[in-house]
């Protein structure tokens, strides 16, 4: 396996964190040729948004590397062990606090049971990187509703979402992270992109 402490990251925002640098490396090169979905993206721009939310919200080091390391244990062959070997228990306990259980199979009970977690946690950083993570999922479910989804696939999203943002409410009221969500949820849902659309040629 190469090293990817060498690999220098080119993303103005983690200049000043050393551990978010690495834990970019660590994750790029763990992603792979992993995709996202909704638009065939690799699949780090996802956790690097979460990441770079977080940054701009003055969160910490670690706190922001837990945020590109979110999906290391969901979607690789990283565990708990290697990632604390790697980044210490603060980060560790950040990324598990917000990953899914896959011994859950049924997708709405393994939802509910990491919005539950985080809640019971009651950890500012653990609802920080949480909410980060739906403000970035968000975004991504407009573009999957502009190429097409099924309305009965996007109100379960939605009411997932809407979930989450009423338990952060709640527990964070004025984080702007969990603002920058209502907003992206209220935008979606007021201003909906036309599925299919076919955008003019200019």
């Known amino acids: 396996m190469a090293d990817s402490s060498t690999e220098e990251p080119d993303l103005s925002f983690v200049s000043g ?3 978010t640098r690495d834990a970019f490396a660590f994750a790029s090169e763990r992603h792979g040729e992993q995709r996202r979905d909704a638009d065939g993206a690799p699949f780090i ?6 990441a770079a939310l977080l940054e701009r919200s003055g969160y910490p080091d670690h706190v922001v590397a837990a945020a590109v390391l979110h999906d290391v244990l969901e979607d690789t062959d990283v565990d708990g062990a290697e990632l604390e070997s790697r980044f210490g228990p603060r980060v560790t306990e950040l990324v598990e606090l917000v990953s899914d259980d896959p011994s ?5 009970r393994r939802k509910d049971e990491v ?5 019971r946690a009651g950890n ?9 993570d739906k403000v970035s999922k968000v975004r991504e479910l407009r573009i999957v509703i502009a190429r097409g989804m099924a309305s009965e696939a996007t109100t379960v999203k939605l009411q ?3 979930k989450s943002l009423q338990m952060l409410e709640r527990e964070l009221p004025d984080a702007m992270v969990v603002g920058l969500l209502r907003f ?11 599925p299919n659309h076919q955008p003019a040629q200019r």
């Not at 721009?45 to 979460?50: D, Y």
């Not at 859950?104 to 709405?108: A, C, G, N």
């Open 45 to 50: 721009a996802h956790p690097l948004e979460v």
């Open 104 to 108: 859950i199979v049924d997708d709405e």
């Open 115 to 119: 919005r539950e977690r985080v809640l």
């Open 184 to 194: 992206e949820l209220e935008a979606l849902e007021n201003l909906p992109p036309e």
């Open 124 to 132: 500012e950083e653990g609802f920080v990187v949480y909410a980060a």
């Open 160 to 162: 997932r979402h809407r």
């Open 17 to 19: 964190l050393p551990l």
